[in-house]
């Protein structure tokens, strides 16, 4: 079974709308992590935000706002007023205490955002 | 703060021959390093997990006599695909932990196509 399930393959905005990428996780962990990363088209990975298992506090960077919550396994992160530069690949990730340097990767979200 | 730099960006080899790939860690020391595969449009899989002075840990399916990793200090992890074959074209990119964020820096990645 997957563990990181992005079921949102691509999504296309026009600027200055606001876009929620959703992620579902799955582990049996009481203690795991939680990740999102940006990849654009020149294809590194740009760290976003680390969220632990017990932190179940959304959080607000600037226009970028994640939502967790246990209860339905959802580590959802919105841009808002999205712009141009926001176009690229988004991967949410999980990493679990039987080995917190393995990460397993949701399919990625493709988000295009249209001037 | 951390950056890890991957060379080559891209390359193309003929079948059969051997490609090496570096990852370095620019401005930390990284006892452990990350080699993930990305197949196109898809989401990027743990290989190995390289260890300063160490044999490599490789995950289920990956064969180690393929994909050879060196990590023979402790800011450089070499993966060298041996007897590269077309099924081998792929996006390869590391990771390494720097102890003092809270995330794991990505290389840019190396995007290996063979003919």
């Known amino acids: 079974a997957q563990k990181v399930t992005q079921a949102q393959t691509e999504i296309s905005v026009v600027e200055k709308e606001d876009v929620t990428l959703d992620c579902v996780y799955e582990?049996?962990?009481?203690?795991?992590?939680l990740f999102w990363y940006k990849q654009p088209p020149s294809g590194e990975l740009v760290f976003l935000i680390r969220?632990?298992?017990?932190?179940?506090q959304n959080e607000i960077s600037g226009r970028y706002s994640w939502n967790f919550q246990k209860s339905t396994s959802s580590f959802n992160f919105t841009i808002t007023a999205s712009q141009v530069v926001d176009s690229a690949v988004y991967f949410c990730?999980?990493?679990?205490?039987?080995?917190?340097?393995?990460?397993?990767f949701g399919s990625g979200t493709k988000l295009n955002v249209k001037p | 703060g951390a950056v890890v730099s991957q060379h080559p960006s891209w390359v193309i080899c003929k079948s059969g021959t051997s490609v090496k790939i570096e990852c370095r860690s620019l401005?930390?020391?990284?006892?452990?390093m990350f080699w993930y595969r990305q197949f196109p449009k898809q989401s990027l899989m743990l290989m190995a997990t390289?260890?300063?002075?160490?044999?490599?840990?490789?995950e289920q399916g990956v064969e180690k006599d393929k994909f050879l990793i060196n990590h023979a200090s402790l800011t450089l992890s070499t993966l060298t695909v041996t007897s590269a074959h077309p099924e081998d074209s792929s996006f390869y990119i590391c990771?390494?932990?720097?102890?003092?964020?809270?995330?794991?820096?990505f290389g840019s990645g190396t995007r290996l196509t063979v003919v």
């Open positions: 990771s390494a932990r720097d102890l003092g964020t809270v995330g794991y820096t």
């Open positions: 582990t049996r962990d009481t203690t795991y992590y």
């Open positions: 969220r632990n298992s017990f932190d179940e």
């Open positions: 990730a999980l990493s679990e205490e039987g080995n917190f340097n393995k990460f397993y």
């Open positions: 401005d930390f020391q990284a006892t452990t």
């Open positions: 390289s260890n300063e002075g160490s044999k490599a840990t490789y």
